[in-house]
C-alpha cells in the first residue's frame, strides 16, 4: 500500500512543478510579445499567469507550513534530526578549511590548524621572547608602585561603606 502511494505522490508533485514551469515560460514569453506589442489582451493574460502562479506558490508555502507545524508538533522538546540537521550546517559554515602557514603551506587537518592558531597567539602575547619590547624589572615596577599616590578613603567614607544598607 505504501509504495502506489509514494508513487502517485511523486506523479502528483513532478506534475504540479511541470505545471509551475510552463506558467513561468508562458509569463516569459508573453512578456516579451507584449513588450514588442502591448495590447491588452496580452496584459490580461499577464495578469492571470501572474495570479495563477501566486496561488501554486501560496498553496507550496501552506503545505510546507503545515509540514513543519507537524513536525515541530511530533518532534516537541526533543533534539532530534531536525535540531542535529541545523547544529551540522552551522558547524559546517563556522568550520575553518584550512590556514596558510607562514611558509605558504596550506594546512587541511583541524588539529594542526589548532596548534598553528595557538602558537600564532602565543606568539602574540608572549613579549618576554621579544627583544624589542622593554622588559620592565621588579625594581623597577616596586619604583613606579611606591611613587604612585593613590587616592585613600577617609575615616568618615569608610564608616558610611561598612553601615548596613537600608531602604529610604
Not at 143 to 154: A, D, H, R, V
Amino acid at each position: 500500500m505504501r509504495g502506489p502511494l509514494i508513487s502517485r505522490a511523486s506523479y502528483l508533485k513532478r506534475q504540479r512543478e511541470k505545471a509551475y514551469a510552463d506558467l513561468l515560460r508562458q509569463l516569459r514569453d508573453v512578456t516579451n510579445a507584449h513588450l514588442l506589442n502591448p495590447s491588452d489582451t496580452q496584459a490580461k493574460s499577464i495578469i492571470d499567469i501572474t495570479n495563477q502562479i501566486n496561488t501554486m506558490t501560496l498553496h507550496k508555502t501552506a503545505y510546507m507550513l503545515t509540514k513543519l507545524r507537524m513536525k515541530t508538533y511530533t518532534q516537541g522538546n526533543k533534539a532530534g534530526k531536525h535540531l542535529a540537521t541545523m547544529l551540522k550546517q552551522k558547524q559546517a559554515n563556522s568550520k575553518i578549511p584550512y590556514l596558510v602557514k607562514r611558509s605558504g603551506e596550506k594546512i587541511h587537518n583541524p588539529q594542526d590548524i589548532n596548534d598553528e592558531m595557538a602558537e600564532y597567539y602565543q606568539t602574540l602575547y608572549n613579549l618576554k621572547n621579544d627583544p624589542t619590547v622593554h622588559q620592565h624589572t621588579k625594581y623597577e615596577i616596586d619604583t613606579l608602585l611606591q611613587k604612585t599616590t593613590l587616592p585613600t578613603l577617609s575615616e568618615a567614607q569608610i564608616q558610611k561603606i561598612q553601615d548596613p544598607i537600608t531602604v529610604q
